[in-house]
């Protein structure tokens, strides 16, 4: 392939300098992740970007099962005097639910709303089926769609209809409910981190910015390459506010009948719109290995020659024993083109296979991530291409976290602040005093948020950044997507 | 436990036959595997239930993926005027879908429906996708909910809201299209035989009952203990009836523009009552071994004397390497309470380990479907399992098959099939004319329907059974759930 179409190959992607909401929504279209649908805010998954989907839920789901959570499934459609029962629930989500009115011609005795979240109806559920302490802890996920209609929709980052996973448990103590909460969140930690390569900072919700009906709200936040934030995932201990408006009641061993306590917590499509964001550049994806949908792409070579093919899908056979692997034999493509394609769809490892390498005993490989090629003796392939892909893997965190070291800053000058905000250089750790106020005036001024008050603790100073009174927490403030 | 508690155990399950509809009930609802919700005609599966759903999922998407099928994700609703382009399949679905008008307070500018299943939304969505020939075949499932606005409903058997997948593939010619509508029959023929031990009777559908817009639906019949049908799966050749309202075409190699040919077909939570009603006794369940949720269970038997506990979890480690195990070491019940728990369940092999069985060196093992109990060497047990659970997987079949063919009649005269149809004996195999009166006249005077018209064809005779005229077809007919 000449110089020149392959400058006009990538030149179809905006540079992410430029504009970096563009540059997104043309990876997401360019890569066949997604497309739009005639449904307002709706996107349609397509194959590749299910398919990364797919890895994800598996990923979570070995380790939501080993550790003792049971998929169930629960409606769709909640009653809607179900949803006012809980009033700081009710106010957070009825402004942005869709209400079903009629089943073919005929109008519904009582409106049903497409669930956003399912505590409005899982929770009853439990009432009817705990008695006793044996019954507990119960530990259900749920893997399903919600619905919330949105405003302003982004494919993956926000639409009005995602897929995700909804956990519910219910517990006799309140120290098992937060133990809970934060097993979940280091569970998802672990997600994000050792699979999906995104570093994340662990910490608590404000008051503010908590779940609606939650008691505290666990996040973890990533940023993004543009130095924003993204909420990856969120673990709610709920207390037992959902309990009492649901009657959900156990008898505990001392005889007495109590209410229990709930957690809820959730992950979402979104997901992958952090690992493009994260992991992506101007020549397009760079899948996570671990996730990936393809981990390997093996294109053959000059193909009309005697030999090629079989033995690069004789190739194939034997490395699709261990990893995702596709071929490419497409005639219609020259092998620059399809360079640029791969590394577009940001597979981790492409294979080259030729005469020359046969006739050598080799492949050459080329890395997404360091775009390095290198050959690999054929009979050590299997054994070396699981190291390359690890350590794609840990170069991909490493790269990621050095990264939001570089943009995140420290400062307790709120002059400074506001100018940092305006320029979106990422996250500033702040000392802050706890009230809404504050918080509340940082957004009107600078449009950042609190992320959260990581796990974490570190102590930079004494006083609020914001209004100079006695501080009480460090935080992580950014925009957000 | 005493005889007498046993037995109170088992009759809180009414025999099935005394009273078919309420054992279904009796045995959904004791064995955990679903539960009513307060939405009308919306189940809530339970762990148990959505386990076995799980493995039937991983069964059939893992033969779907090995013939070139991927997974998409295309929106739940979908906007009015979509579903009024394809007239049959309007007119068929209009009557059952459910309508969403508003979302918050403010009222939709076109209101949209619930997907009671997407030929309406994908169809769209491939003619802006497919360009040429090298865009086709284009295999795509989705395994997602609907919602038809049912009337009369039962847990799994017909419900509101129900889990399934839907595969829409597009084609170059009617010849391929047809091929693939045969090749998806014959892998749910697959999966039912050789993975639920269901023995289906696989045919073409009347005109009258084939998909609102297909051209051809193919099925698959299986029987239920009650000698009524269950159909289990569909498979539509929907011809260029889809493509055409919604304009998919294609350059072809001929140069010639072309409209594509479509297929979808189906599989859906049903199946987990047809595994019920095929296999299950007035004992409780038979789980199909190979996606039982839990192959294998292993009671301690008198497990406060030394090293019992410990052997059993040890077994557990090691039989969890290749099988679906669980331990059940509550002590708030007796062995005789969790032997009627786990047969209840359908749990094909329970294993007992008592202090005895660790002195011979061995675990008693009690199988599911003869009830026979037997020993076991210790040291040859993961390698005996796995013999076991193959000769109980075709036993089960081999079972389900007798009792089809003792409940399946031949019979060309009408009389006959009324008196017949009256006692609800099973399937009646009769020759038909092939003319929708006769049809109507069927399901009028018995209520049986045409199941199907056999792949496998016979010829019993020269002349209709109805209506005595020259016949066409070999039917089967039956009442169906």
Not at 37 to 45: E, F, L, N, R
Not at 98 to 109: F, K
Not at 245 to 251: E, G, K, P, Q
Not at 318 to 323: G, H, I, Y
Request: glycine letters at 6%; charged letters at 30%; aromatic letters at 10%.
């Amino acid at each position: 392939m000449s110089k020149k179409k392959e400058q006009d190959f990538v030149k179809e992607v905006t540079p992410m300098e430029e504009d970096f909401a563009r540059w997104y929504t043309d990876i997401v279209l360019k890569t066949d992740m997604v497309d739009y649908s005639p449904v307002k805010g709706c996107m349609i998954i397509k194959p590749y970007g299910y398919g990364l989907w797919e890895e994800i839920v598996s990923a979570l789901d070995k380790r939501l099962k080993e550790t003792g959570h049971k998929n169930a499934y629960f409606p769709l459609l909640i009653p809607e005097s179900y949803l006012e029962k809980e009033k700081d629930h009710f106010e957070g989500f009825a402004p942005e639910v869709l209400w079903v009115t009629h089943g073919g011609s005929e109008e519904l005795t009582e409106r049903l709303f497409i669930r956003p979240t399912s505590e409005t109806i899982i929770l009853p559920m439990y009432s009817k089926w705990v008695q006793s302490y044996r019954d507990l802890p119960l530990l259900i996920n749920q893997w399903c769609n919600v619905v919330r209609w949105e405003k302003t929709t982004r494919p993956f980052l926000r639409t009005a209809e995602f897929l995700w996973q909804e956990g519910h448990t219910l517990h006799a103590t309140a120290e098992e409910a937060e133990e809970e909460t934060l097993k979940i969140l280091e569970i998802y930690r672990e997600l994000l981190e050792d699979e999906l390569a995104i570093p994340v900072i662990l910490g608590v919700k404000s008051e503010k910015e908590k779940f609606a009906g939650a008691d505290r709200t666990y996040t973890m936040e990533a940023m993004m390459h543009d130095g924003k934030a993204l909420q990856a995932g969120t673990s709610h201990n709920l207390g037992q506010n959902f309990a009492k408006m649901f009657d959900v009641m156990f008898l505990d061993r001392d005889g007495v009948r109590k209410h229990g306590w709930s957690t809820s917590w959730a992950i979402t499509t979104r997901l992958i719109g952090g690992i493009i964001m994260t992991h992506g550049d101007n020549r397009g994806l760079k899948m996570p290995p671990r996730v990936a949908p393809i981990q390997v792409v093996i294109l053959p070579i000059a193909f009309h020659k005697e030999g090629v093919l079989d033995k690069a899908y004789e190739l194939k056979n034997e490395l699709a024993k261990d990893f995702r692997v596709e071929i490419d034999s497409r005639d219609e493509y020259s092998a620059g083109w399809k360079f640029n394609y791969w590394e577009m769809k940001g597979v981790p490892i492409r294979l080259e296979v030729g005469p020359r390498d046969i006739a050598n005993n080799q492949v050459m490989a080329v890395r997404r991530d360091t775009l390095e090629k290198f050959a690999i003796p054929m009979d050590e392939l299997n054994e070396r291409l699981g190291e390359i892909l690890d350590d794609i893997h840990n170069n991909m965190f490493k790269t990621a976290l050095e990264d939001r070291e570089k943009k995140t800053f420290v400062s307790n000058d709120y002059e400074e602040i506001k100018d940092m905000m305006k320029e979106n250089k990422g996250f500033i750790k702040i000392m802050w005093c706890g009230s809404e106020e504050c918080e509340d005036k940082l957004k009107a001024d600078t449009s950042a948020t609190i992320r959260c008050i990581p796990l974490e603790k570190e102590k930079l100073g004494d006083k609020c950044a914001i209004c100079g009174k006695e501080a009480k927490h460090m935080v992580v403030i950014g925009k957000a997507y």
